[in-house]
């Protein structure tokens, strides 16, 4: 019997497991590694200027790289070699049928922050409206945990709606094009604050200054084909030191496929995947933390609620891409590296509520994932690739996602989980960013914009959502399961709804809320 | 490599169509790994799209304009074989430094690229009708 079991070692289970630091505490994950022994180091493009071949590292022997040529496209920053192990057991350990939604689960260690893009804003009493718990009683985990992980950013234009935070770190280098956007900006400041539009910094986990024995982000841009870079947060590594300093437990291996509510404790059931034998662990209290989907689909087996239909959200995207003719031709820019650079905050009238957006250059992908999406021949492609992509940015718009009867999960018998999604049509906002854009010199058309299909976000939330009033598969405001006693929801299916904002520090905040009380009771 | 087994006829065949198009593209032989990975690409990657080989075999043996072809191909169903045998092209050789220059700029070239860009665009007009013309005229519809 362990007096604590976490289901899951992404961003929630390794949170709550900080705030459990100390007593008994077992981790079970599935814990995917990757396979193989390449191993970048250095600067992605010195890298491709001095090797003379890098098929292995960038395309892979079984050229995981081509896998949107031919399967259900994917993430660009999920395919690389480097990267397959971190959704690449989907199909086998949680099923998914569905026409609308887009779905990419993780059983690595780590989960799916072992690609994120490593934005962390704390939530404010607006976004928390559905929620019963209020910003105030987030912030000490925030607080918390800007220390552990390290943030850069800035308290700037965007400190009103991403909410000021103490212990900053300095913000990442801006690449020539968006130190240009900021300076253009703040001229037109007034214009386009009254447009509803602000920019500042992004809100980074990544370290700009040695941070808790690891060093600075070292702009390798390395993002896209090699995860665990130490100057990027990955809850791997809170993991590790947990472990190493025995202040807690990790099994991997093993899939938690279902629980039993006994007196006083809880019976878990877990798979083991190399034998495919099924073991079962005794806890005072289970904290799931398996990621959305796979938490739902977890809690419905345990239950046996077959076509019982939970919420999902996740935040629809927008891409826009903005072009400043005059940068055609520039030289790559060492500065631009794949994570954002600045964020936007739409607070105008084309939405009832604030949108949030970030701002990429296009260092990260491989050229040849993009390179088809210009409409002339391959080589003028190519000729567009070389001297357009300095000069264009990528605005990636988030919408929020409310509880909607047509949006839901369910578990069918066979043990699939079929998740339906219907998508509300958008493109007002994004004619309006493209018009204020084109004020600060910026050119763009909604014929250019991009919209990924649902799913394609990975902010995946709400399907067991906490309330002041829980009723079945609701949990308390303390995350306990309702109809149980021991059984606790700790990830983002805890979620209300959905601001348009990344989840995962708040994910991680919640986390360790809920721990907390759990340990302080 | 993960061990594919291509018969040699049909990877003799792929290495002549990697030769084929890579020298449309860049006006020059691949190298033999180039080719090599070309051929095991097509059969792990592409086995869905077969059924438009003939197409692509009788562009080759036509010694047709591939760039005017495939471009007027995307445009009316950018999920055709062509298209996709050029696109795993580009990959492969992307990532070989000797190709480095193809894909990124290393110094200002400010007049040079809005220069060249403009002529791809004509270009591509011009390519793109000629494309529509062989289409119709060989029936690689």
Same mark, same amino acid.
């Given at each position: 019997?362990?007096?604590?079991?976490?289901?899951?070692?992404?961003?929630?289970?390794?949170?709550?497991?900080?705030?459990?630091?100390?007593?008994?505490?077992?981790?079970?994950?599935?814990?995917?590694?990757?396979?193989?022994?390449?191993?970048?180091?250095?600067?992605?493009?010195?890298?491709?200027?001095?090797?003379?071949?890098?098929?292995?590292?960038?395309?892979?022997?079984?050229?995981?790289?081509?896998?949107?040529?031919?399967?259900?496209?994917?993430?660009?920053?999920?395919?690389?070699?480097?990267?397959?192990?971190?959704?690449?057991?989907?199909?086998?350990?949680?099923?998914?049928?569905?026409?609308?939604?887009?779905?990419?689960?993780?059983?690595?260690?780590?989960?799916?922050?072992?690609?994120?893009?490593?934005?962390?804003?704390?939530?404010?009493?607006?976004?928390?409206?559905?929620?019963?718990?209020?910003?105030?009683?987030?912030?000490?985990?925030?607080?918390?945990?800007?220390?552990?992980?390290?943030?850069?950013?800035?308290?700037?234009?965007?400190?009103?709606?991403?909410?000021?935070?103490?212990?900053?770190?300095?913000?990442?280098?801006?690449?020539?094009?968006?130190?240009?956007?900021?300076?253009?900006?703040?001229?037109?400041?007034?214009?386009?604050?009254?447009?509803?539009?602000?920019?500042?910094?992004?809100?980074?986990?990544?370290?700009?200054?040695?941070?808790?024995?690891?060093?600075?982000?070292?702009?390798?841009?390395?993002?896209?084909?090699?995860?665990?870079?130490?100057?990027?947060?990955?809850?791997?590594?809170?993991?590790?030191?947990?472990?190493?300093?025995?202040?807690?437990?990790?099994?991997?291996?093993?899939?938690?496929?279902?629980?039993?509510?006994?007196?006083?404790?809880?019976?878990?059931?877990?798979?083991?995947?190399?034998?495919?034998?099924?073991?079962?662990?005794?806890?005072?209290?289970?904290?799931?933390?398996?990621?959305?989907?796979?938490?739902?689909?977890?809690?419905?087996?345990?239950?046996?609620?077959?076509?019982?239909?939970?919420?999902?959200?996740?935040?629809?995207?927008?891409?826009?891409?903005?072009?400043?003719?005059?940068?055609?031709?520039?030289?790559?820019?060492?500065?631009?590296?794949?994570?954002?650079?600045?964020?936007?905050?739409?607070?105008?009238?084309?939405?009832?509520?604030?949108?949030?957006?970030?701002?990429?250059?296009?260092?990260?992908?491989?050229?040849?994932?993009?390179?088809?999406?210009?409409?002339?021949?391959?080589?003028?492609?190519?000729?567009?690739?070389?001297?357009?992509?300095?000069?264009?940015?990528?605005?990636?718009?988030?919408?929020?996602?409310?509880?909607?009867?047509?949006?839901?999960?369910?578990?069918?018998?066979?043990?699939?989980?079929?998740?339906?999604?219907?998508?509300?049509?958008?493109?007002?906002?994004?004619?309006?960013?493209?018009?204020?854009?084109?004020?600060?010199?910026?050119?763009?058309?909604?014929?250019?914009?991009?919209?990924?299909?649902?799913?394609?976000?990975?902010?995946?939330?709400?399907?067991?959502?906490?309330?002041?009033?829980?009723?079945?598969?609701?949990?308390?405001?303390?995350?306990?399961?309702?109809?149980?006693?021991?059984?606790?929801?700790?990830?983002?299916?805890?979620?209300?709804?959905?601001?348009?904002?990344?989840?995962?520090?708040?994910?991680?905040?919640?986390?360790?809320?809920?721990?907390?009380?759990?340990?302080?009771? | 490599?993960?061990?594919?087994?291509?018969?040699?006829?049909?990877?003799?065949?792929?290495?002549?169509?990697?030769?084929?198009?890579?020298?449309?593209?860049?006006?020059?032989?691949? %190298? +033999? !790994?180039? =080719?090599? *990975?070309?051929?095991?690409?097509?059969?792990?990657?592409?086995?869905? $799209?077969?059924?438009?080989?003939?197409?692509?075999?009788?562009?080759?043996?036509?010694?047709?304009?591939?760039? %005017? +072809? !495939?471009? =007027?191909? *995307?445009?009316?169903?950018?999920?055709?074989?062509?298209?996709?045998? $050029?696109?795993?092209?580009?990959?492969?050789?992307?990532?070989?430094?000797?190709?480095?220059?193809?894909?990124?700029?290393?110094?200002? =070239?400010?007049?040079?690229?809005?220069?060249?860009?403009?002529?791809?665009?004509?270009?591509?007009?011009?390519?793109?009708?000629?494309?529509?013309?062989?289409?119709?005229?060989?029936?690689?519809?």
């Amino acid at each position: 019997m362990v007096d604590y079991l976490i289901a899951g070692s992404g961003p929630a289970g390794v949170a709550a497991a900080y705030a459990l630091r100390g007593t008994d505490c077992l981790i079970l994950d599935p814990g995917s590694q990757r396979s193989g022994s390449i191993d970048l180091s250095g600067n992605l493009f010195d890298l491709r200027q001095r090797s003379e071949d890098l098929f292995d590292e960038l395309i892979g022997e079984n050229f995981e790289s081509l896998h949107n040529l031919h399967q259900r496209p994917i993430s660009l920053k999920l395919k690389a070699p480097g990267m397959r192990h971190i959704v690449a057991e989907q199909d086998v350990l949680c099923p998914i049928i569905s026409d609308t939604f887009e779905t990419s689960l993780s059983f690595a260690t780590g989960g799916l922050a072992n690609a994120w893009g490593a934005g962390v804003y704390k939530f404010s009493d607006a976004d928390l409206r559905s929620f019963p718990i209020r910003a105030s009683d987030l912030d000490p985990y925030y607080d918390e945990l800007t220390e552990l992980i390290g943030i850069a950013g800035e308290n700037d234009d965007l400190a009103p709606f991403l909410r000021p935070s103490q212990g900053l770190l300095p913000p990442l280098r801006l690449s020539s094009f968006f130190s240009e956007m900021i300076d253009r900006y703040v001229r037109l400041r007034p214009n386009l604050n009254h447009r509803g539009i602000f920019l500042g910094r992004s809100r980074l986990a990544v370290l700009t200054k040695p941070h808790r024995n690891r060093p600075a982000y070292g702009y390798e841009n390395l993002e896209f084909f090699q995860p665990l870079n130490p100057g990027i947060y990955n809850p791997a590594f809170t993991l590790r030191e947990l472990t190493d300093a025995g202040q807690a437990r990790y099994e991997r291996g093993y899939l938690v496929t279902s629980y039993v509510q006994r007196e006083g404790f809880v019976e878990v059931f877990a798979r083991r995947l190399d034998t495919g034998t099924s073991e079962s662990f005794q806890a005072r209290r289970l904290l799931i933390a398996a990621g959305t989907v796979n938490t739902a689909r977890l809690v419905l087996a345990s239950t046996g609620a077959h076509h019982v239909r939970v919420p999902i959200l996740d935040n629809a995207m927008s891409c826009i891409p903005l072009v400043r003719l005059s940068r055609i031709g520039s030289a790559r820019d060492p500065n631009d590296s794949s994570l954002a650079q600045l964020n936007m905050v739409y607070d105008g009238p084309l939405f009832p509520e604030v949108l949030q957006a970030a701002l990429y250059g296009t260092a990260g992908p491989l050229r040849s994932d993009v390179a088809l999406h210009f409409p002339l021949t391959i080589r003028g492609n190519l000729e567009c690739a070389r001297y357009l992509s300095p000069a264009i940015g990528l605005l990636m718009l988030f919408y929020p996602d409310d509880p909607r009867p047509s949006n839901f999960m369910q578990l069918r018998e066979d043990g699939r989980l079929e998740i339906h999604y219907q998508e509300t049509p958008r493109r007002g906002v994004e004619r309006g960013l493209i018009s204020a854009f084109r004020r600060m010199g910026y050119l763009s058309s909604i014929r250019l914009c991009q919209f990924p299909r649902i799913g394609s976000g990975l902010h995946y939330a709400g399907s067991l959502p906490m309330k002041a009033s829980p009723g079945p598969f609701e949990l308390y405001p303390d995350g306990r399961l309702y109809g149980t006693e021991q059984v606790y929801v700790v990830d983002g299916a805890a979620f209300s709804r959905l601001p348009a904002k990344n989840l995962t520090f708040t994910i991680m905040a919640n986390a360790m809320r809920i721990a907390s009380l759990i340990r302080s009771a | 490599m993960s061990e594919l087994v291509i018969a040699p006829e049909l990877k003799a065949q792929l290495r002549v169509e990697a030769a084929y198009l890579h020298r449309a593209l860049f006006g020059f032989e691949p %190298a +033999v !790994e180039i =080719a090599e *990975r070309y051929a095991s690409a097509n059969v792990h990657c592409l086995g869905h $799209l077969a059924h438009e080989q003939s197409r692509v075999d009788r562009i080759i043996e036509g010694k047709l304009d591939v760039e %005017a +072809v !495939e471009c =007027a191909m *995307r445009h009316l169903r950018p999920d055709n074989l062509l298209t996709r045998k $050029l696109h795993v092209l580009l990959y492969l050789v992307e990532v070989r430094r000797s190709y480095y220059h193809l894909f990124f700029n290393e110094t200002s =070239a400010r007049l040079k690229g809005n220069i060249r860009i403009c002529v791809h665009i004509l270009r591509s007009v011009y390519k793109a009708v000629k494309g529509r013309l062989l289409i119709w005229r060989y029936g690689l519809g």
